[in-house]
Protein backbone atom coordinates (compact mmCIF):
# COMPACT_ATOMS: atom_id res chain seq x y z
CA UNK A 1 0.00 0.00 0.00
CA UNK A 2 1.56 3.39 -1.28
CA UNK A 3 2.49 5.69 1.65
CA UNK A 4 2.32 9.79 1.99
CA UNK A 5 4.03 11.34 4.46
CA UNK A 6 2.83 14.75 5.40
CA UNK A 7 5.08 17.05 7.67
CA UNK A 8 3.51 20.16 9.17
CA UNK A 9 -0.31 20.13 10.02
CA UNK A 10 -1.18 23.56 9.07
CA UNK A 11 -3.46 24.91 7.13
CA UNK A 12 -1.24 23.99 3.88
CA UNK A 13 -0.88 20.04 5.44
CA UNK A 14 -4.60 19.88 6.15
CA UNK A 15 -5.31 20.97 2.98
CA UNK A 16 -2.93 18.20 1.23
CA UNK A 17 -3.85 15.47 3.32
CA UNK A 18 -7.33 15.86 2.85
CA UNK A 19 -7.23 16.92 -0.97
CA UNK A 20 -5.36 13.81 -1.28
CA UNK A 21 -8.46 11.52 -0.19
CA UNK A 22 -10.90 14.19 -1.91
CA UNK A 23 -8.66 12.96 -4.85
CA UNK A 24 -9.18 9.45 -4.40
CA UNK A 25 -5.87 8.29 -2.77
CA UNK A 26 -7.02 5.45 -0.80
CA UNK A 27 -3.51 4.41 0.41
CA UNK A 28 -2.13 5.29 3.85
CA UNK A 29 -1.18 8.60 4.96
CA UNK A 30 0.11 9.81 8.03
CA UNK A 31 0.64 13.45 9.51
CA UNK A 32 3.02 14.59 11.11
CA UNK A 33 2.77 18.00 13.54
CA UNK A 34 5.08 18.57 16.28
CA UNK A 35 2.93 20.92 18.66
CA UNK A 36 0.26 18.76 20.34
CA UNK A 37 -2.20 20.21 18.34
CA UNK A 38 -3.38 21.52 15.08
CA UNK A 39 -2.72 24.60 14.31
CA UNK A 40 -4.96 27.52 13.56
CA UNK A 41 -6.14 27.25 10.47
CA UNK A 42 -6.23 30.59 8.76
CA UNK A 43 -9.58 31.01 8.69
CA UNK A 44 -9.72 34.18 11.19
CA UNK A 45 -10.75 37.47 9.67
CA UNK A 46 -11.02 41.06 10.93
CA UNK A 47 -14.34 40.99 11.89
CA UNK A 48 -13.94 37.55 14.20
CA UNK A 49 -11.17 39.50 16.33
CA UNK A 50 -13.20 42.14 16.44
CA UNK A 51 -15.78 40.05 18.22
CA UNK A 52 -15.79 40.71 21.62
CA UNK A 53 -17.59 37.57 22.57
CA UNK A 54 -15.35 35.81 21.23
CA UNK A 55 -13.71 33.29 23.78
CA UNK A 56 -10.18 32.89 22.34
CA UNK A 57 -10.66 29.16 21.15
CA UNK A 58 -8.84 28.17 18.28
CA UNK A 59 -11.17 29.03 15.60
CA UNK A 60 -10.00 27.33 12.91
CA UNK A 61 -9.44 23.74 14.80
CA UNK A 62 -9.53 20.53 13.00
CA UNK A 63 -11.18 17.88 15.62
CA UNK A 64 -9.73 14.36 15.92
CA UNK A 65 -13.13 13.09 14.31
CA UNK A 66 -12.27 14.90 11.08
CA UNK A 67 -8.97 12.77 10.64
CA UNK A 68 -10.33 9.49 12.02
CA UNK A 69 -12.98 9.71 9.53
CA UNK A 70 -10.71 10.16 6.31
CA UNK A 71 -8.00 7.27 7.82
CA UNK A 72 -5.72 9.97 7.89
CA UNK A 73 -2.74 9.08 11.20
CA UNK A 74 -2.00 12.47 12.67
CA UNK A 75 1.05 12.24 14.85
CA UNK A 76 0.70 15.09 17.34
CA UNK A 77 3.85 16.44 19.46
CA UNK A 78 6.04 14.20 17.24
CA UNK A 79 9.22 16.25 15.62
CA UNK A 80 10.16 14.37 12.51
CA UNK A 81 14.03 15.45 12.75
CA UNK A 82 15.06 13.51 9.71
CA UNK A 83 14.91 12.65 5.83
CA UNK A 84 17.13 9.54 3.84
CA UNK A 85 15.57 10.57 0.45
CA UNK A 86 17.45 7.19 -0.84
CA UNK A 87 15.91 5.03 1.23
CA UNK A 88 13.20 6.88 1.42
CA UNK A 89 12.15 7.21 4.58
CA UNK A 90 11.79 9.93 7.42
CA UNK A 91 13.32 10.16 11.31
CA UNK A 92 11.15 11.18 14.37
CA UNK A 93 12.76 10.80 17.76
CA UNK A 94 13.16 6.80 17.92
CA UNK A 95 11.26 5.66 15.02
CA UNK A 96 11.56 5.34 11.18
CA UNK A 97 9.02 5.27 8.49
CA UNK A 98 9.15 4.28 5.20
CA UNK A 99 7.49 6.96 2.81
CA UNK A 100 6.37 7.16 -1.40
CA UNK A 101 6.27 10.42 -1.50
CA UNK A 102 6.77 13.05 1.24
CA UNK A 103 4.87 16.27 1.72
CA UNK A 104 7.25 19.02 3.49
CA UNK A 105 4.29 21.42 4.86
CA UNK A 106 7.13 23.23 7.14
CA UNK A 107 5.50 26.92 7.14
CA UNK A 108 7.64 29.47 8.53
CA UNK A 109 8.58 31.38 11.98
CA UNK A 110 7.91 34.93 12.80
CA UNK A 111 11.20 36.68 13.07
CA UNK A 112 11.44 38.27 17.15
CA UNK A 113 12.39 41.51 18.12
CA UNK A 114 16.36 41.72 17.49
CA UNK A 115 16.32 42.79 21.26
CA UNK A 116 17.75 39.99 23.23
CA UNK A 117 15.98 40.74 26.87
CA UNK A 118 12.65 40.83 24.82
CA UNK A 119 12.90 37.50 24.57
CA UNK A 120 12.38 36.86 28.34
CA UNK A 121 9.19 39.45 29.23
CA UNK A 122 5.76 39.03 29.09
CA UNK A 123 3.27 40.92 27.12
CA UNK A 124 5.33 40.66 24.02
CA UNK A 125 3.71 38.48 21.57
CA UNK A 126 5.39 37.50 17.87
CA UNK A 127 2.86 37.20 15.11
CA UNK A 128 2.83 35.84 11.72
CA UNK A 129 -0.51 35.60 10.45
CA UNK A 130 -4.07 37.53 11.59
CA UNK A 131 -5.23 34.06 13.56
CA UNK A 132 -1.92 34.58 16.02
CA UNK A 133 -3.85 37.58 17.90
CA UNK A 134 -6.54 34.92 18.61
CA UNK A 135 -4.38 33.83 21.69
CA UNK A 136 -3.80 36.53 23.58
CA UNK A 137 -7.28 38.47 22.28
CA UNK A 138 -8.15 39.36 25.89
CA UNK A 139 -5.17 41.97 25.76
CA UNK A 140 -8.04 44.05 22.89
CA UNK A 141 -9.10 46.09 26.02
CA UNK A 142 -10.91 49.29 25.95
CA UNK A 143 -8.18 51.99 27.15
CA UNK A 144 -4.49 49.58 27.25
CA UNK A 145 -1.71 51.06 24.97
CA UNK A 146 -0.17 48.64 22.47
CA UNK A 147 2.90 49.09 20.06
CA UNK A 148 2.73 47.43 16.93
CA UNK A 149 5.94 46.88 15.61
CA UNK A 150 6.07 46.23 11.57
CA UNK A 151 3.93 48.34 9.04
CA UNK A 152 3.94 45.57 6.49
CA UNK A 153 0.26 44.66 6.09
CA UNK A 154 -0.31 42.28 9.18
CA UNK A 155 0.54 44.87 11.07
CA UNK A 156 -1.47 47.58 9.48
CA UNK A 157 -4.42 44.52 9.99
CA UNK A 158 -3.49 44.29 13.36
CA UNK A 159 -3.50 47.76 13.89
CA UNK A 160 -7.04 48.13 11.94
CA UNK A 161 -8.70 45.57 14.83
CA UNK A 162 -6.88 46.76 17.91
CA UNK A 163 -8.65 50.80 16.96
CA UNK A 164 -12.06 49.42 16.24
CA UNK A 165 -11.63 48.00 19.65
CA UNK A 166 -10.84 50.90 21.57
CA UNK A 167 -7.10 50.71 22.07
CA UNK A 168 -4.84 53.09 22.06
CA UNK A 169 -2.43 52.01 19.20
CA UNK A 170 1.07 52.88 18.36
CA UNK A 171 2.50 51.76 15.09
CA UNK A 172 6.23 51.78 14.47
CA UNK A 173 7.48 50.96 10.86
CA UNK A 174 12.17 51.10 10.09
CA UNK A 175 10.98 52.07 6.21
CA UNK A 176 10.13 55.52 5.09
CA UNK A 177 6.84 54.02 4.73
CA UNK A 178 4.04 51.77 5.53
CA UNK A 179 3.66 48.80 3.29
CA UNK A 180 6.47 49.82 1.33
CA UNK A 181 7.88 46.11 -0.10
CA UNK A 182 3.88 45.33 -0.94
CA UNK A 183 1.99 48.67 -2.39
CA UNK A 184 3.03 51.56 -4.29
CA UNK A 185 3.81 55.04 -2.77
CA UNK A 186 0.33 56.18 -3.43
CA UNK A 187 -1.90 53.45 -1.62
CA UNK A 188 0.91 53.37 1.14
CA UNK A 189 0.29 57.09 1.81
CA UNK A 190 -3.72 56.33 1.51
CA UNK A 191 -3.31 53.64 4.17
CA UNK A 192 -1.55 56.11 6.82
CA UNK A 193 -4.29 58.50 6.16
CA UNK A 194 -6.69 55.79 6.78
CA UNK A 195 -4.96 54.55 10.05
CA UNK A 196 -4.44 58.23 11.27
CA UNK A 197 -8.16 59.12 11.10
CA UNK A 198 -8.56 56.41 13.45
CA UNK A 199 -6.21 57.63 15.64
CA UNK A 200 -2.99 55.39 15.41
CA UNK A 201 -0.53 56.75 15.73
CA UNK A 202 2.08 56.17 12.96
CA UNK A 203 6.00 56.25 13.53
CA UNK A 204 7.79 55.85 10.30
CA UNK A 205 11.64 55.44 9.96
CA UNK A 206 12.37 54.46 13.55
CA UNK A 207 12.37 51.22 15.30
CA UNK A 208 12.85 49.83 19.16
CA UNK A 209 15.89 50.15 20.54
CA UNK A 210 14.97 49.00 24.10
CA UNK A 211 12.21 47.15 26.00
CA UNK A 212 11.20 48.32 30.01
CA UNK A 213 9.79 46.02 32.36
CA UNK A 214 11.22 43.78 34.40
CA UNK A 215 8.96 40.16 34.45
CA UNK A 216 6.92 42.43 31.38
CA UNK A 217 7.07 44.82 29.03
CA UNK A 218 5.79 48.19 30.82
CA UNK A 219 7.58 50.76 27.91
CA UNK A 220 9.68 50.94 24.88
CA UNK A 221 12.51 53.51 23.78
CA UNK A 222 12.57 54.46 20.08
CA UNK A 223 15.54 54.68 18.75
CA UNK A 224 14.76 58.80 18.78
CA UNK A 225 15.42 58.32 21.80
CA UNK A 226 11.57 58.73 23.16
CA UNK A 227 10.29 56.80 25.65
CA UNK A 228 6.62 55.42 26.15
CA UNK A 229 4.54 53.43 28.60
CA UNK A 230 2.86 50.31 26.72
CA UNK A 231 0.40 48.06 27.92
CA UNK A 232 1.48 45.23 25.75
CA UNK A 233 3.86 45.11 22.38
CA UNK A 234 2.97 42.82 18.81
CA UNK A 235 6.23 42.12 16.79
CA UNK A 236 5.28 41.42 13.18
CA UNK A 237 8.77 41.86 11.45
CA UNK A 238 7.66 39.26 8.94
CA UNK A 239 8.91 35.59 8.58
CA UNK A 240 11.26 32.64 7.75
CA UNK A 241 10.55 29.76 5.92
CA UNK A 242 11.18 26.39 8.17
CA UNK A 243 13.86 24.50 5.27
CA UNK A 244 15.64 22.31 7.50
CA UNK A 245 14.14 19.05 6.81
CA UNK A 246 14.37 20.22 3.21
CA UNK A 247 18.30 21.20 3.66
CA UNK A 248 18.71 17.08 5.07
CA UNK A 249 17.06 16.21 2.54
CA UNK A 250 19.23 17.69 -0.09
CA UNK A 251 16.66 19.93 -2.03
CA UNK A 252 17.64 22.99 -3.44
CA UNK A 253 16.37 25.85 -1.28
CA UNK A 254 16.41 29.36 -2.58
CA UNK A 255 14.55 32.13 -0.54
CA UNK A 256 12.63 28.99 0.53
CA UNK A 257 12.09 25.29 -0.24
CA UNK A 258 12.28 25.71 -4.20
CA UNK A 259 9.36 23.82 -5.69
CA UNK A 260 9.00 23.75 -9.51
CA UNK A 261 4.96 24.41 -11.12
CA UNK A 262 3.77 21.13 -9.84
CA UNK A 263 5.09 21.54 -6.45
CA UNK A 264 8.01 19.08 -6.29
CA UNK A 265 11.30 19.63 -5.11
CA UNK A 266 14.78 19.18 -6.40
CA UNK A 267 14.43 15.47 -4.92
CA UNK A 268 12.42 12.72 -6.35
CA UNK A 269 9.59 11.96 -4.37
CA UNK A 270 9.94 14.84 -1.96
CA UNK A 271 6.91 17.85 -2.67
CA UNK A 272 6.59 20.70 -0.84
CA UNK A 273 3.51 23.70 -0.35
CA UNK A 274 3.03 26.98 1.22
CA UNK A 275 4.77 29.56 3.63
CA UNK A 276 8.13 27.12 3.10
CA UNK A 277 8.50 27.57 -0.18
CA UNK A 278 9.74 29.58 -3.24
CA UNK A 279 8.56 29.47 -6.51
CA UNK A 280 9.56 31.18 -10.11
CA UNK A 281 7.56 34.29 -11.50
CA UNK A 282 8.91 36.89 -13.59
CA UNK A 283 12.11 35.62 -13.86
CA UNK A 284 12.71 35.08 -9.91
CA UNK A 285 12.26 33.25 -7.47
CA UNK A 286 9.36 34.71 -5.38
CA UNK A 287 8.06 33.26 -1.72
CA UNK A 288 4.71 34.71 -1.04
CA UNK A 289 2.31 34.38 2.68
CA UNK A 290 -0.92 34.08 2.16
CA UNK A 291 -3.67 31.78 2.74
CA UNK A 292 -5.11 31.65 -0.50
CA UNK A 293 -1.74 30.75 -2.19
CA UNK A 294 -0.74 28.07 0.36
CA UNK A 295 -4.37 26.42 -0.44
CA UNK A 296 -3.35 26.66 -3.80
CA UNK A 297 -0.06 24.71 -3.08
CA UNK A 298 -1.72 21.90 -1.25
CA UNK A 299 -4.36 21.22 -3.55
CA UNK A 300 -1.67 20.83 -6.63
CA UNK A 301 0.54 19.07 -4.76
CA UNK A 302 -2.32 16.17 -3.15
CA UNK A 303 -4.02 15.81 -6.82
CA UNK A 304 -0.54 15.85 -8.31
CA UNK A 305 0.67 12.83 -6.38
CA UNK A 306 -2.84 11.46 -6.93
CA UNK A 307 -1.76 11.23 -10.54
CA UNK A 308 -2.81 14.70 -12.37
CA UNK A 309 -0.98 17.39 -14.03
CA UNK A 310 -1.54 20.58 -12.09
CA UNK A 311 0.58 23.79 -11.92
CA UNK A 312 0.37 25.45 -9.12
CA UNK A 313 -1.42 28.85 -9.35
CA UNK A 314 1.83 31.11 -10.54
CA UNK A 315 0.22 35.07 -10.03
CA UNK A 316 0.96 36.09 -6.61
CA UNK A 317 -1.85 37.91 -4.60
CA UNK A 318 -2.73 39.31 -1.67
CA UNK A 319 -6.10 40.75 -0.01
CA UNK A 320 -5.85 42.88 2.90
CA UNK A 321 -8.70 44.76 4.88
CA UNK A 322 -8.61 47.34 7.29
CA UNK A 323 -11.82 49.09 8.30
CA UNK A 324 -14.01 49.30 5.46
CA UNK A 325 -10.94 49.22 2.77
CA UNK A 326 -10.29 46.45 1.00
CA UNK A 327 -6.81 46.27 -0.44
CA UNK A 328 -5.95 44.12 -3.42
CA UNK A 329 -2.58 42.98 -5.11
CA UNK A 330 -2.44 40.74 -7.89
CA UNK A 331 1.22 40.36 -9.50
CA UNK A 332 4.70 41.49 -9.39
CA UNK A 333 5.16 45.09 -10.23
CA UNK A 334 8.83 44.78 -9.62
CA UNK A 335 10.19 45.15 -13.01
CA UNK A 336 7.20 47.79 -14.23
CA UNK A 337 8.33 50.26 -16.58
CA UNK A 338 4.91 52.68 -17.13
CA UNK A 339 2.21 52.75 -14.39
CA UNK A 340 -1.92 53.45 -15.67
CA UNK A 341 -3.75 54.95 -12.90
CA UNK A 342 -7.47 54.11 -12.78
CA UNK A 343 -10.13 56.72 -10.13
CA UNK A 344 -13.01 56.02 -9.87
CA UNK A 345 -13.12 57.44 -6.65
CA UNK A 346 -11.47 58.96 -3.53
CA UNK A 347 -11.42 55.58 -1.88
CA UNK A 348 -11.74 53.86 -4.99
CA UNK A 349 -8.59 53.55 -7.28
CA UNK A 350 -6.44 51.50 -9.11
CA UNK A 351 -2.80 51.16 -10.66
CA UNK A 352 -2.12 49.12 -13.60
CA UNK A 353 1.96 48.31 -13.72
CA UNK A 354 3.19 47.72 -17.17
CA UNK A 355 6.42 46.53 -18.37
CA UNK A 356 7.88 46.14 -21.93
CA UNK A 357 3.94 46.49 -23.32
CA UNK A 358 2.47 43.64 -20.69
CA UNK A 359 0.37 43.86 -17.87
CA UNK A 360 2.51 42.61 -14.70
CA UNK A 361 0.42 43.07 -11.89
CA UNK A 362 -2.50 45.43 -10.07
CA UNK A 363 -2.50 47.17 -7.14
CA UNK A 364 -6.22 48.47 -6.19
CA UNK A 365 -8.77 49.56 -3.28
CA UNK A 366 -11.93 48.99 -2.96
CA UNK A 367 -11.83 47.99 -6.56
CA UNK A 368 -12.47 44.13 -6.90
CA UNK A 369 -14.29 44.37 -10.27
CA UNK A 370 -10.61 45.88 -11.82
CA UNK A 371 -8.56 42.82 -10.22
CA UNK A 372 -11.03 40.34 -11.70
CA UNK A 373 -10.75 41.89 -15.43
CA UNK A 374 -7.22 42.48 -15.03
CA UNK A 375 -6.08 38.49 -13.80
CA UNK A 376 -7.30 37.41 -17.09
CA UNK A 377 -4.95 40.08 -18.94
CA UNK A 378 -2.11 39.04 -16.75
CA UNK A 379 -2.91 35.51 -17.35
CA UNK A 380 -2.55 35.66 -21.40
Known sequence: MKHIITVGAGQTGVRVVTKLRESGFDGRITLFERNPHVPHQRSVTSAKCLDKDSDGANPGAVSDEFFADRKIDLRLSECVDSVDPLAKTIGAGSQKLNYDELVLATGARPLPLP?????ELEGIYTVKELSDIESFSA???????VTIVGGGLLGLE??????????RVTLVEQAKRVAHNVVTAEISSYLRDLHVRHHVEIMEELSISQVIGKNRIIGT??????????????????????????????????????????????????????DCTSFQYGGKRIRVERATLATDHAECVAENIAGGK?????????????????????????????????????NTF???????????????????????????LIET
Open 139 to 145: RFVLGNH
Open 115 to 119: IQSSN
Open 158 to 167: IAAIAAQRGL
Open 310 to 346: RKIREIPEIVSTQYDACIQVLGNSESHDKVLRNEVGA
Open 221 to 274: TLSNGITMSVNFMIVCLGSSPRTELAEIAGAKVDGGISIDPFGRTSVTDVWAAG
Open 350 to 376: SSWHYGNGKLLAVQAVNAEAEIHRART
